[in-house]
């Protein structure tokens, strides 16, 4: 069976950090391939400072095309929102009846793991937890734990940051290319 770790998000855009993750799971052997799941809208964050599906889903593309075992998804784009991970999840079964799944959540995500719809359901599958902020692993079990660098970007600094060599640091190449071309930051 191959083992399916799915990454969900806004990816608004998608950055390093996004992808060290990834690579990550990938190198500690947790998955034989990493789907990224793009999120339309998260239940839990404001829509109002999204980009466009299209242009998000354009540079996830782009992001991990040179990483063969890290593949865009897109099957919220097709879901009703809000995007519900349960319903979500629901869906992938149904269709990779032949793969395993393990979520891979944020320390922080994961402190509020109870809150989300249908959280007994999502809980059945195994989690890989990585750092984020000040929130130690340690108040995770010990198998959950992904043992990954604390990577500091935001996806918030990158919309709001001028700095051209900071952006250079923060995005992908192809990334960073697709951002000046479609002119979707100010001043970048």
Same mark, same amino acid.
């Given at each position: 069976m191959k083992r399916i770790a799915l990454f969900f998000g806004s990816f608004n855009p998608v950055h390093n950090g996004h992808i060290g993750i990834g690579l990550e799971v990938l190198k500690q052997q947790k998955a034989d391939e990493v789907h990224y799941v793009l999120s339309p809208q998260n239940p839990h964050k404001p829509a109002t400072e999204l980009l466009s599906e299209h242009h998000r889903w354009?540079?996830?593309?782009?992001?991990?095309?040179? #990483? /063969?075992?890290?593949?865009?998804?897109?099957?919220?784009?097709?879901?009703? $929102?809000? /995007?519900?991970?349960? !319903?979500?999840?629901?869906?992938?079964?149904?269709? #990779? /009846?032949? /793969? $395993?799944? !393990?979520?891979? !959540?944020g320390a922080d995500s994961a402190m509020h793991l109870d809150t989300w719809q249908n959280a007994t359901y999502i809980k059945q599958f195994p989690l890989l937890i990585y750092p984020r902020n000040d929130i130690s692993l340690d108040a995770f079990p010990k198998e959950q734990r992904l043992h990954a660098p604390l990577f500091d970007i935001s996806a918030t600094a990158i919309r709001n940051t001028k700095d051209n060599a900071t952006l250079k640091v923060w995005l992908p190449e192809l990334v960073l290319h697709y951002v000046k071309q479609h002119k979707l930051f100010t001043d970048t």
């Open positions: 354009n540079m996830l593309q782009l992001a991990l095309d040179p #990483h /063969s075992k890290m593949i865009p998804n897109d099957i919220e784009l097709r879901l009703p $929102t809000p /995007s519900y991970t349960a !319903v979500t999840l629901q869906k992938l079964v149904e269709k #990779h /009846s032949n /793969s $395993t799944f !393990v979520l891979v !959540v």
